[in-house]
């Protein structure tokens, strides 16, 4: 198996896992949050789709699909553009509400196959160029790929953590 293989399976488990936190979700279940200052099921999937929507073009020179496919003016969040959601603090948290999954997962779902094209084109030789010198040793695209993988499925399994907190009547 050839890494860009093993790449593409690893972001189609977060596929799996995003639909799996959201799909059946009202409102009231997408933006629970399970404390005063804990983050929701939607605000970690928006996040994570953001952070894998940002990172991968900005390492492979592609447009934001959140820009290039109006999901920015869809969401409506009231949040500068190109935000992904780090560093927020609760009131910003509390800005990001979705009203159906579908949104979460239509966004997501977008990101993804950009996602997947882009894997798809990779030699073996691309996972060592560097894409941002800004770090002691600079990071490199496989590691880059890598750390959004990592974090991604951190949030999925939190948005799926949180999602089983919500009353079963929500759930």
Known sequence: MHAKDILIEGYSR???EVHAAVEGLGPDG???RPAADANSVAWLVWHLTRVQDDHVADAFGLDQVWLAGDWE???GLGLPRH???YGHDSAQVAKVRVDSPGLLTGYYDAVHE???????SLAATDLERV????WDPPVTLGARLVSVLSD????AGQAAYARGLLPSAEA
Not at 114 to 120: E, F, N, S, V, W
Not at 152 to 155: G, K, W
């Open 14 to 16: 977060i596929r799996e």
């Open 83 to 85: 935000d992904t959601g």
């Open 131 to 134: 894409v941002d010198e800004d």
């Open 152 to 155: 991604d499925l951190q949030h």
């Open 30 to 32: 997408l933006n629970a």
């Open 73 to 75: 003016k869809r969401f």
């Open 114 to 120: 950009q996602t997947l094209g882009a894997l798809r």
